[in-house]
């Protein structure tokens, strides 16, 4: 057997034959798969698949997979992560906070522009213990993605309060007011029972969402938190990742943050949408 493996004859070590360079024309198509599964003398190293489709893109102009350029363009598509704002941008846009708060006085919020967007500026009470609002806290939250829930544009730790920036649709009200209109009582936007079930609807998709595939809790449902816009009349969630910053809201079901309190809120929720008060 080692006599197998000796020199040639000529002393010198046997060169390793190069495959002969494949032959095609322009009108015909060029089947790179085909020049794999031949066999090709003195080819030590077979090339992966991704190297194939590379070479196949660079030298034929052709388009990637369908499935990697979805990926691709899925990756691309996704929004920018939360933001850390500094104090005296969130004072600029609210003109030093003193512009007029949309809402309750519990749960009221400034809209204004930050960088570009527009957005419902919410102001709460730190929760004691709670991580800071830095931007690792905020990649967390900023992780998770759902059509049903408002994206988090980013937040503001400042002294005892956190301020958080919600992405608003334009037009859009929060459920309150869409059931209460302050200055006419007697009317609402939600005037059908299909608009009020898809409201319902949306809430449970989002709150599904947050337990189920986030792992989380949402710790403020209520109608406040939920903001409607048209067309279709459809609800995001707000506040999704308060739980980590704020402390909870000042509600009879109120307390720790859980699966279980977030479900007993969404219960007080369709009690109100079917009742209108």
């Known amino acids: 057997m080692l006599s197998s493996l000796s020199l040639p004859s000529n002393g010198k070590p046997p060169m390793a034959h190069a495959a002969p360079p494949l032959e095609h024309s322009a009108s015909e198509p060029f089947d790179i798969y085909a020049s794999l ?28 997979p369908e499935s990697i350029a979805s990926r691709a363009a899925a990756r691309a598509s996704l929004p920018d992560p939360p933001a850390p704002y500094p104090f005296k941008e969130l004072a600029a846009a609210t003109n030093n906070f003193l512009a007029k708060r949309v809402g309750s006085s519990a749960s009221a919020y400034w809209r204004c522009s930050l960088r570009g967007r527009d957005a419902a500026l919410f102001q709460l009470p730190v929760r004691p213990g709670a991580s800071a609002a830095d931007a690792a806290a905020l990649a967390r939250v900023g992780r998770y993605h759902h059509a049903r829930l408002a994206r988090l544009l980013g937040a503001c730790p400042a002294g005892a309060h956190v301020y958080l920036a919600y992405e608003l649709p334009p037009g859009a009200a929060t459920l309150a007011a869409c059931l209460r209109a302050s200055r006419c009582p007697g009317f609402t936007a939600l005037c059908t029972w299909a608009s009020r079930v898809q409201v319902a609807a949306d809430v449970a998709q989002g709150l599904e969402y947050i337990h189920h595939h986030a792992g989380a809790v949402h710790g403020r449902v209520s109608p406040a938190a939920v903001i409607v816009s048209d ?45 209108g008060c």
């Open 231 to 275: 067309p279709g009349h459809r609800a995001r969630l707000t506040h999704f990742g308060a739980a980590e910053f704020a402390a909870a809201a000042g509600s009879p079901y109120a307390g720790e943050p859980s699966r279980e309190a977030d479900v007993y809120a969404f219960g007080v929720l369709l009690l109100e949408l079917l009742s």
């Open 37 to 64: 599964r031949a066999p090709a003398a003195g080819r030590l190293v077979a090339p992966s698949i991704s190297h194939v489709l590379c070479l196949q893109r660079a030298r034929f102009n052709m388009p990637l």
